[in-house]
């Protein structure tokens, strides 16, 4: 009793208590960063594909695909009677080849026959149904047979790397060059709108724009004719595979976006694959709604508005802070402020959401669309959910933190300095630009680091004020002016979500979830790290002064 | 509590004569029935003084008779400290430096005050001493390049 006492006084509970939650918190942490990296991460390795000979009620079968995963499962959940077995074993095999049959399917371990790894198994990522697994009989070019057997293989792969640069060709035609054009033609359509709503629809200045008109659609035309030509190209090649039940199914190479046979490849191979896996998920548009390909436009959308936002809320709340701090009379008004601004902080982000989309988006988007740019009706321009009203919602949403530190960053500028500067002839306002603000610049840093990291992980108020599903062009490209703000663009927290709970097939969208988390995980961290770097930069500078 | 700079020398630039209008043997400074509060507190009664132009005057007190307030007063720095109220005048060549129309910052920057304690600003020595030129708006590099050096190797820091 005595010792117990005396061990409660001595304050070791307490520190045993601190100790563990510390402990519990840097496990979550690195539990957390260790799941979403292995779960994330494993999906780029090209595993090896099995051949399981399979022998069950519906008699022999053999599956061709990939070991997802080994489960412990009781067998009376898979229809058995509990006294026939206890405890069993199960495996989900991807076996792919969505358009034929399906493409996961769980295999008892009682019921497998063999296991084997043949060197020659391909398995084959596409633009259309997933993956295909099967072994290549032969390659034929516009139906003559131009390989089969051993060589087979080495022709398959020359021609899906020669369909990869058609490919390449025809993307930059339709996109870039006949994209270029169909903006220009926009733009010209939006200018002779206005001149009709404005009078000036005078038939030289038409005639002006006609001509213009006939020029680019001449343009069009002629990079039409390349594009399908190419698109004949690329559609010349075909391949013959046996699936597993033995059918023997036709692939056009057009279709494949890689062939691999990873039975047969070495460590290093893999490693090289994994790579460039990696890389086209980073830098690829995505496929097969969301499902399939990489996540470019969503990393670019994400920090394309989060460095927007930045640039908006950082003098917002520098200027609201300087007011509250160096111009307003402290009294009951600025205290009122202040906890305004506390509880701003506090107030849901979907909550700001609505507030965007019906004050930002329609209010203000609308009144604009309708005083500036008549010419883009029925179609909004402003007045719909895009990328500077996203912005502007998520400023707002971080504004607090921003006032907070800067505040708190002003009051501990020394008030000698300020004197300092005063009694040689400055004013409030030079004093505050060349002594203050500079001094005040790593609390505004601060304030910038931890509206970064919370504007990052937002996704509820971007679902109603700009991010969506798959955008058809990103929010900065070739076109003057370059930003397009009022664009919609994606967002990689939104594309966890869609990705995650609305795709058809969850399976096969799993690991896609966590590799793509893993990446705006990635993306909060490097943002973060530019500013505390900028901030130590700044600190260092003015240490010793500011004490 | 926040501690305020406290002066230990002030010395007042050469006068526009046009426009402050002064004799021979005039003061710069003349102050008349001065009185300073802190808050409630006076720290200053009934002050008058008359301080001649180019010579050298010294106050001399024990410590919190109000040297400091009077010196902070000759270019209004009291006017930062909250709660300051004042009674009397203060006269620079004749005219009030608390009248209405007088500039501030133009007062500051004739009156110059050197404090107790040093405050270099956070940038280069260059910026920190051409600060005060920089802000009555001269920019130009070659007069900057020439006062701050005759500063840093004139009177006050080296020898001449
Ligand atoms: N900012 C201030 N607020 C309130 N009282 C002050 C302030 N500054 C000075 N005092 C008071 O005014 C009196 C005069 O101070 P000061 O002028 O600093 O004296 P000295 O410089 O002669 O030592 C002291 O009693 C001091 O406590
Ligand atoms: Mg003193």
Known sequence: MQNISKWWKSGSPWIWLNAGAVAISMVTVIGLLTLILVRGLGHFWAADIIEVRYQDSNGAQTMIGELIRKEQVDLKNLGKEASERGNGERWLLKTGNRELSADFRWIEQANIVSVSTPKELVVLERKEWGDFYGYLISVSEKDTLVADGGEAWDEFTRRVERVEGLGKKTHQLERVEMGAINYQLEQLRLKRRKLELDGNDTPAALEKINVKVQKLGREFDSYMVDVRALNKEIERDSALFQIMDGQKVTISIAQVVEGLRPNSMSTVQKIGNYISTFVGFVSDNPREANTEGGVFPAIFGTVVMVLTMSIIVTPFGVIAAVYLREYASQGIVTKIVRIAVNNLAGVPSIVFGVFGLGFFVYFLGGSIDSLFYPEYAPAPYLGTSGMMWASLTLALLTLPVVIVSTEEGLTRIPRNLREGSLALGATKAETLWKVVLPMASPSIMTGLILAVARAAGEVAPLMLVGVVKLAPELPLDGNFPFLHIERKFMHLGFHIYDVGFQSPNVEAAQPLVYATAFLLVLIIVILNLAAILLRNNLREKYRGIAG | ?160
């Open chain 2, 1 to 160: 509590m926040t501690t305020v700079q406290t002066p230990i020398s002030v010395s007042i630039a050469p006068m526009d004569k046009d426009n402050l209008d002064i004799g021979k043997e005039v003061s710069t400074f003349e102050t008349k029935n001065f009185n300073l509060f802190y808050g409630e507190k006076q720290a200053l009664h009934g002050v008058n003084i008359k301080i001649p132009e180019h010579r050298v005057t010294a106050f001399i007190g024990p410590s919190g008779c109000g040297k400091s307030t009077l010196l902070r007063s000759f270019n209004r720095m009291n006017d930062l400290v909250d709660n300051v109220r004042i009674e009397g005048e203060i006269l620079l060549g004749g005219k009030d430096i608390h009248h209405p129309k007088v500039d501030v910052s133009n007062l500051r920057r004739q009156v110059g005050m050197v404090f107790q304690r040093p405050n270099p600003f956070p940038k280069s020595i260059y910026e920190n001493v051409g600060y005060g030129l920089r802000l009555q708006g001269v920019n130009q590099r070659s007069i900057l390049d020439d006062k701050v050096e005759w500063a840093l190797k004139g009177p006050p820091c080296g020898t001449r």
